[in-house]
């Protein structure tokens, strides 16, 4: 941790020549009077994007964002103000700026926090140039070839490589500065096949907080074209999806998407503490059926939707959402937290330093239960087997949540068949999980796409789950 | 003035990463900066709940050595950042393929003519005026209906900024404008359900925005009236698609029309120019110089000017929505839609969403949609939705917990007809769109 907060201060504070000591001073002004809490957050993004379409490597880009944010908390009140110059003169005018959300706030210090003690979660190498430029587009061009020779029905190839540095710096009330240095990589295969007139396509990306290296190791960029690949010629013979509620298996990994969209959202800290989750008030009540058990843990290594620590410098957690079909608790971040009188869980979670913190979700997964997948597929006699998703979203205040299935199947007499068009499925959040009657041994966590928006800000989350029966789920499809 | 003085900073620096470009071995080369300022307030029972001050820079720039193209982009405007963007842009183009479509588009298509399109209206209001404003907003909606028991706030926003686009072809121009808007979301109870609406107004001139009260009685209406939403059995039935979620399907329309889908072949509009894409009585016209619109810009992202456009007639697709590079590459010219279409605009009829119930006597009235199930290979569409259930062209119950579903190339086929009731809160102004028959999906 000591290494990380070196790291970060070298690469925001040193080519700025801003010193400990004037981060001190703008502090004490931000804190000072009526007021509950503020901070600092420094951050300086490198972001790289390699684009190879019709088999050339189309397009390129580099960007750097870096910037600093200046928040006071007062109450229920937040003020935030920002510059994209980090510069003290920049700050106290930032800190002048927000100070005047305190003018009616109460003077009701919280007790000073102590630094959080925590440790990396992934390696602090440079993903940019963890290989050489060469190397990255020899690679994409690579794979463009071997993707284009599984098949002769592939019209396009689209490959998509992202790799982003962080590096973060956060100043608290009473506590010395916090940092950390966040590597985030994606990959991302995209092609269509045609056959007979008839066009589909397959997609399959993955990602890690880790570098490149992480696609080359396994061969698992060629994984993901293979999966893609094997998408879209399955589509090619899709029948129109039933319509109506039916039972539903969805599959293991991305498939937890279900609980990202159907509770996660409901238990994020603010909606619970504005009343305004369908979730409200619930804590203690039975929300699932006794076989799930579902938590947010920002604490696995490596994962797209870890964070060693959270952008309020609280250190992430395994928070246990639901434990055996009860609900247990919700997801903070600092301000909600204390006006709920809880703990924060390591969930405040920010898209950049020009945007305020919210709680959010890190990973989301339900643990593993004990039926078989197989014996799952076998158990229904009518429904649909759910493989792969796209999208989805949740209305909070009424649990309405919808998300998209891109590969799916019919089960008919306990046997996977037809595979069927994509469809949305919808549900309420509140009661989906009543209807788990089998839970699989097999958990799997996504392959490392996941993003989340919230109000706005976008940020990098992961989930997952076994396979999993769900008793009645409505599928939108087209065949009534 | 102050504004001016800005304009031809901003300028100069274009003009300094078009030259560091040029220094650095660049054939050719564009650039692109934006400075925003604004302010933003939300206030939740009656109280100020969040205040932020907005004030951010970027600047892009991309560079050809020959046909190879490389970006990059950052917010430090410094004169150090200058030279570093452009020569991280200079050191990707090295990577980048030679790709004979890339390049800057035909000097002659770029605007030559700047006439003011009305877009700047700085809003000077103060952080406490914006405060008052918006729990005017949220008391309106709070006091509507007994139902009403909680809200999510309502906030005013007010942005102003200025962007400037350059290229090595000669073309330098910038431009300031300004959008604000107040927004309101509240929740009702009844009966232990929990359903929360919102409604919004947004303008390039404040004075152009709608009454405080108007938008939190709007906002407390929406909510009152979803109150009670069951699921419907699953059918087919006739869908009227209200004005403020119409433009999202004529905005899947335009994706299916656009260069980057069309060459990629991941459109279901493949090969469809002059022929019959809508009924014969649909028109598609896109405005972009209409004064003090949302929409309105002069010149597209690369600065090819922008012109009125008849996009479809009597149902008929008369173009694509092209860029210099997807022009490139279907062998066509640009059309001026870098970046996109501008005030789009779908012809209406003489009927209101009123009408539009009757017309439609026994079917479903969507007002909201969820999730993205719109598969834009294919035009198979499956999506959330909630709304009202309407029998001989009246509202009978408000219904959620559904999907509705079919294929827009069949959809937009089977337009009935499309509202005099138009939204121009967006950048697609549409009225409310009644379709045939779609399938729903339900308890």
Known sequence: MDNLLHLAKQAILVPTGIQESDIHRVMDQLISGTVDDGDIYFQSSHAESWVLEDGIIREGSHSIEQGAGVRVLSGEKTGLAYSDKIEISELLAATKNVKAI??????????????????????????LSSITDQ??????????????????????????????????????????????VRPLVRLNVSVIVEENGRREQGGMGGGARSDYNYFLDQDRAFSYAQEAVRQALVNLEAIPAPAGSMTVVLGSGWPGILLHEAIGHGLEGDFNRKGTSAFSGRVGERVASSLCTVVDDGTLVDRRGSLSVDDEGTATQCTTLIEDGILKGYMQDKLNARLMGVKPTGNGRRESYACTPMPRMTNTYMLPGESEPEEIIASVQNGLYAKNFGGGQVDI?????????????????????????????????????????????????DSGVGTCGKEGQSVPVGVGQPTLKIDALTVGGTDV | MQTEQELIRLETIINDLLDEAKKQGASNADAGLSVDN?????????????????????????????????????????????????????????Y?????????????????????????????????????LAINCEDTARQYHADINNSEGASVDSYSGIRVYGNSLGFLHGYASTRHSISCSVLGERNGDMERDYWYSVARDQKNLDSFELIGEK???????????????????????????????????LGAISGGSLYRKSSFLLDSLETQVFPDFINLYEQPHLLGALGSALYDAEGVATQANKIVTDGILNTYLLSSYSARKLGMQTTGHAGGVRNLCISAGDKNLEQ??????????????????????????????????????????????????????DMFQHILAVGNDIDYRGNIRSGSILIEEMAIAGE
């Not at chain 1, 109460?106 to 992934?122: G, T, V």
């Not at chain 2, 000097?107 to 003519?113: D, N, V």
């Open chain 1, 397 to 445: 205040t009424s649990g309405k949540f919808v998300f998209s299935a891109s590969e799916a199947y019919l089960i008919e007499n306990g046997k996977i068949t037809q595979p069927v068009k994509g469809a949305t499925l919808i549900g309420n959040g509140p009661d989906v999980l009543t209807r788990v009657s089998m839970v699989g041994n097999d958990l799997e966590l």
């Open chain 1, 102 to 127: 305190a003018r009616q706030g109460q003077n009701a210090k919280i007790a000073l926090p102590s630094r959080p003690s925590y440790s990396p979660l992934y390696s602090s190498v440079n993903p």
């Open chain 1, 135 to 180: 190397q990255k587009v020899d690679f994409l061009r690579q794979l463009d070839s071997r993707t284009r020779q599984l098949d002769s029905r592939i019209e396009q190839v689209i490959i998509s490589l992202v790799g982003v540095q962080e590096h973060i710096l956060i100043a608290n009330q009473g506590s010395s500065l916090v940092g950390d």
């Open chain 2, 219 to 253: 906002a407390a209406q929406r909510t009152v009236q979803r109150l009670g939403a069951r699921s419907l059995s699953s059918r087919k039935c006739p869908v009227l698609y209200s004005a403020e979620i119409a433009s999202g399907l004529i905005g899947s329309f």
């Open chain 2, 38 to 94: 604004g302010l933003s307030v939300n206030v939740r029972l009656g109280d100020v709940e969040t205040i932020e001050h907005h004030c951010s820079q970027g600047l892009g720039v991309s560079v050809y050595f020959g046909q190879k193209k490389g970006s990059a982009n950052s917010t430090d405007l410094s004169a150090k950042s200058i030279k570093e963007t452009v020569t991280a842009a200079c050191s990707i183009a090295r």
């Open chain 2, 356 to 409: 539009l119930l009757k017309n439609m006597d026994t079917g479903l009235l969507v007002t909201e949609l969820m999730g993205q199930g719109v598969n834009p290979v294919t035009g198979d569409y499956s999506r959330g939705a909630a709304g009202f259930w309407v029998e001989q062209g009246v509202v009978q119950y408000p219904v959620q917990e559904i999907t509705i579903a079919g294929n827009l190339k």
């Open chain 2, 96 to 132: 980048a393929s030679e790709d004979q479509y890339a390049g800057l588009p035909d000097p002659a298509r770029l605007a030559t003519e700047f006439k003011d399109l009305d877009l700047y209206h700085p809003w000077d209001i103060s952080a406490d005026d914006a405060i008052d």
